[in-house]
């Protein structure tokens, strides 16, 4: 998409003589073939029809004929300016240009050694460009006072003595802002255009000119200025703020100019300019179905018309339309227009923003903040450093755009400053500029400053989460209500489909709802939630997370499960356990998931929970040199987000006791039948020998130290060996288990001790560690 429409009229300098087609072949022999003669004449048939690629490799030959020659030095320069505007390129020749002119300058003649007088004009872009104001100054007025009245150039040399004073001025007074390139990532040596950014500052749309990877645009290759035809791209900053690479849009063609020039809040629309007809339009793409569809031609032809249309954004509440058109009946060349939503949804009659907004020159790139309020735009008259700059508008209480303020340098240069748009708090901001470090003829810089962000407004930083690993369903919106608003809205807002991201302007001191419906396929206004929003003037943020269990069509409590898995006997944390939760109800595995080097795991969230829910849940742990184990988790869900499961594993060698998840066994008195509490027990251990078929255990019954020893020794034998009989019961082989009974021979906790504590209860929790049935591993 090409802004500037040449600012010389090629044909006082090279008059039209004959329509021509021009190939590489045909450049080539004529560079190698053709006379002096010949080379004037094709070069200057050329520069006029606007081939100048073609036309520079043919002068290149002529500055090898005669290297000093004004003539040739100026058309090189002239090329580099037209083509590519790389005035670093263009100023050596230029500077070679002035040294001899001519009024009467003959571009056709081969004895022609002079330039014409606009070398002057040509030299003072250069320098007013690379921002050396006096040289630009000095070279203007030469120009000036050699040139014709009649020359189309005297009119953008006034206007540009006009915008060296402005530069003047504010390089006198820098803005304390960070500007930077966005780097090779993003900027290649083809133009790269026309950024979006998305409102929280993680995607970036723009247009570049790059070679598609597999040459399928080759044949779109302009000759006119060795150019691929335009792409529109879209990167994503990764979480440690690093650009990823580039992604192309799906409807693009290889072969077909696409645009970018502003992109929804919800990141569910893409506006492009696009050239089908001759005369410049505005189209749109819209996501659905997990990509961008075909583009579409925007149906309105109050907005699209005969004119030139270069230029469309939308409001973030989406009420107003800002557009471009060089349509009659505005005040210059390209004037910005806004159009209001009508209650059928279509865009109403046009209305030109007016002088304070459009002047006598071109005015470009509308984009409207968060706030709905504040205006930037580029415009290229006489309060610009030098090509477009940036300049900034405010709406005030009657609706009308105030005076509109230059944004200062260096965020302007004396260069083209343009499609300037910025992130929710209005401190990052990202424009395409064309600045001496650039990569290629157009370049993407981010800017970050302290003195532009958006005043006197909160803004709703909501995102909607899912449950799982499904997708945000499409049709999903949040209507946002000022319920003590002076005039009460319900504005519809559709989350970005990618992470489920929605924003919009509050106002300070209101009442707010939001309201959960989907729009086809599901239920209507089935969750709401209510804030208020603080008397703050300054910007200021309210976040909400939500979370949607979409098998259910509701909002849940974001639940999960945490903790810390450890060796049973070192209390060593243990990484590389793999975590599965399941649902013991339904047996699903809800999660499956290793633990980190400090041994913690976390699920993501749980859907189809509420607050006082039971839920059973079994732990299932699994390590190499570790017994499997699985635990047995019934929670009762609370206010707390968090349910926390901290559990050991036994390490797989002999002595090791895999009775972690086992109460105690308890039998009648004086008795060895298994009750079934007992079973209920011993049945888990059933589970981990199942689990684990490779290890042999013996199962040790103890008694306190109260009573006979004989007899404490008798009776723990025989419930040791029922206990065994019950577990090979239940499949497991005779030969993996077998069951001791040792009385009170090994105690936990000595006689000693037990009698020196003081109380009752005390003595009891004593005898208590003592009579226990251990599972240790012999194999």
Request: proline share 4%; with cysteine; aromatic share 12%.
């Amino acid at each position: 998409m090409k802004l500037l429409k040449s600012t010389i009229l090629l044909t006082l300098l090279f008059p039209f003589l004959s329509s021509a087609q021009y190939d590489d072949k045909r450049v080539a022999e004529l560079v190698r073939n053709g006379s002096e003669s010949e080379l004037v004449m094709e070069s200057s048939i050329m520069i006029q029809e606007g081939y100048f690629y073609q036309a520079g490799t043919i002068v290149d030959k002529l500055l090898e004929i005669q290297p000093n020659s004004s003539n040739y030095n100026y058309r090189r320069g002239f090329i580099y300016l037209e083509m590519s505007t790389d005035f670093v390129k263009a100023q050596p020749y230029l500077e070679k240009a002035v040294l001899k002119t001519d009024k009467k300058y003959d571009p056709f003649n081969t004895k022609e050694t002079a330039a014409p007088v606009d070398a002057y004009f040509e030299l003072g872009r250069c320098y007013h460009m690379a921002g050396n104001i006096d040289k630009a100054e000095e070279y203007y007025n030469k120009f000036l006072a050699t040139s014709i009245a009649k020359s189309n150039n005297v009119f953008f040399a006034k206007l540009f003595l006009e915008q060296c004073k402005v530069a003047r001025t504010e390089m006198a007074n820098p803005k304390n802002v960070y500007l930077k390139n966005m780097g090779s990532v993003i900027n290649t040596a083809a133009p790269e255009y026309s950024p979006v950014i998305s409102l929280d500052g993680s995607a970036l749309y723009f247009t570049s000119r790059r070679r598609w990877v597999k040459g399928d645009s080759d044949k779109g290759l302009d000759p006119r200025n060795n150019q691929y035809p335009e792409d529109i791209y879209v990167s994503y900053r990764d979480f440690d703020s690093t650009w990823m690479e580039p992604i192309r849009l799906e409807f693009c063609d290889p072969l077909q100019n696409e645009a970018t020039i502003a992109v929804s809040p919800d990141e569910r629309r893409v506006y492009a300019y696009m050239d089908t007809k001759g005369n410049g339009d505005i189209f749109y793409s819209d996501f659905s179905t997990n990509k961008f569809q075909e583009v579409t031609h925007l149906d309105n032809k109050k907005i699209n018309t005969d004119a030139w249309e270069t230029h469309a954004t939308v409001s973030p509440d989406g009420k107003v339309m800002y557009f471009v058109s060089n349509r009659k009946g505005g005040f210059g060349g390209r004037d910005i227009y806004y159009s209001l939503k009508q209650k059928d949804g279509t865009w109403g009659d046009p209305v030109n923003l007016g002088p304070n907004i459009n002047g006598p020159m071109d005015e470009e790139s509308p984009f409207v903040s968060i706030d709905n309020s504040t205006l930037y735009f580029s415009s290229n008259g006489n309060k610009s450093m030098g090509g477009f700059d940036v300049f900034m508008s405010a709406l005030d209480s009657k609706g009308q755009w105030g005076p509109a303020s230059n944004l200062g340098y260096p965020i302007n240069s004396t260069c083209d400053d343009v499609f300037y748009t910025t992130t929710v708090d209005g401190l990052t901001g990202y424009l395409t500029s064309i600045r001496a470090d650039g990569k290629g003829e157009k370049d993407i810089y981010e800017i970050k400053n302290n003195y532009l962000g958006i005043k006197n407004v909160a803004v709703l930083n909501g995102k909607i989460k899912v449950i799982g690993d499904k997708p945000l369903p499409e049709d999903v919106y949040v209507t946002l209500k000022c319920v003590d608003c002076e005039k009460p809205y319900d504005l519809k807002i559709y989350p970005r489909l990618r992470d489920g991201l929605f924003m919009n302007a509050l106002d300070p001191c209101k009442q707010y709802e939001i309201t959960f419906s989907y729009e086809k396929t599901g239920k209507k206004n089935f969750y709401t939630d209510k804030f208020k929003v603080d008397c703050n003037k300054e910007y200021s943020e309210i976040y909400r997370e939500f979370w949607l269990d979409v098998d259910e069509q509701m909002i849940v409590k974001p639940y999960y499960v945490a903790g810390t898995i450890t060796d049973s006997k070192t209390n060593a944390k243990l990484s590389g356990v793999s975590v599965s939760l399941i649902n013991k109800k339904t047996g699903k595995t809800l999660y499956q998931l290793p633990t980190t080097a400090n041994g913690t795991y976390k699920t993501d969230t749980l859907g189809g929970m509420e607050q006082g829910d039971n839920v059973e849940f079994a732990l299932k742990l699994e390590k190499p040199g570790y017994v499997s184990m699985t635990y047995d988790v019934p929670v009762t869900l609370t206010d707390a987000s968090e349910i926390r499961i901290d559990r050991s594993l036994a390490k797989n060698e002999a002595g090791t006791d895999i009775g972690l998840n086992v109460n105690p066994i308890y039998f009648d008195y004086n008795k060895w039948n298994i009750r079934p509490d007992a079973a209920k027990e011993l049945d888990k251990i059933v589970k981990i020998m199942k689990e684990n078929p490779g290890i042999k255990i013996e199962l040790g019954s103890h008694t306190d130290s109260r009573g006979r020893d004989d007899y404490n020794i008798k009776l723990s034998d025989q419930r040791a060996k029922a206990s065994a009989r019950y577990i090979i019961s239940k499949g497991i082989a005779a030969n993996r288990i077998s069951g001791k009974g040792y009385g009170e021979t090994q105690l936990k906790v000595s006689d000693e001790v037990i009698n020196a504590m003081k109380t009752w209860e005390e003595k009891e929790a004593g005898h208590q560690l003592n009579r226990r049935t251990e599972f240790l591993i012999v194999k």
